[in-house]
């Protein structure tokens, strides 16, 4: 079992930065893929990035391209999500998750096995 929590939203002018963490515990993160989803009220929720155990593969949605950026340390079982030139249509609670391997479907939630209780992200105009 793996417990995820995030840490590091809040509320940001827009083009602002905030970094959000996704610290693991019960297991450790070095052979999964860890995921950031977002979800906006009324809307679905919707892949943000991906990246594989290994560091070698990363992915991103068009939406963020650019903007955002992905890492993990395997050492400390955290996964990180660097978001830069903040839009208020980021606004979002953010997700992190888990999955056994880095497929072709890692833009799907159901692709992963773990969730973390989501942190809220607000971006000012």
């Known amino acids: 079992q793996v417990q995820l929590v995030e840490s590091g939203g809040g509320l940001v002018q827009a083009g602002g930065s905030l970094r959000l963490s996704c610290a693991a515990s019960?297991?450790?993160?070095?052979?999964?893929?860890m995921g950031w989803f977002r979800q906006a009220p009324g809307k679905e929720r919707e892949f943000v990035s991906a990246i594989s155990w290994s560091r070698a593969n990363t992915n991103y949605a068009d939406s963020v391209k650019g903007r955002f950026t992905i890492s993990r340390d395997n050492a400390k079982n955290t996964v990180y999500l660097q978001m830069n030139s903040l839009k208020p249509e980021d606004t979002a609670v953010y997700y992190c998750?888990?999955?056994?391997?880095?497929?072709?479907?890692?833009?799907?939630?159901?692709?992963?096995?773990?969730w973390g209780q989501g942190t809220q992200v607000t971006v000012s105009s």
């Open positions: 998750a888990a999955a056994p391997y880095y497929t072709d479907y890692v833009a799907k939630p159901s692709t992963y096995d773990y």
């Open positions: 019960g297991r450790t993160l070095s052979r999964y893929t």
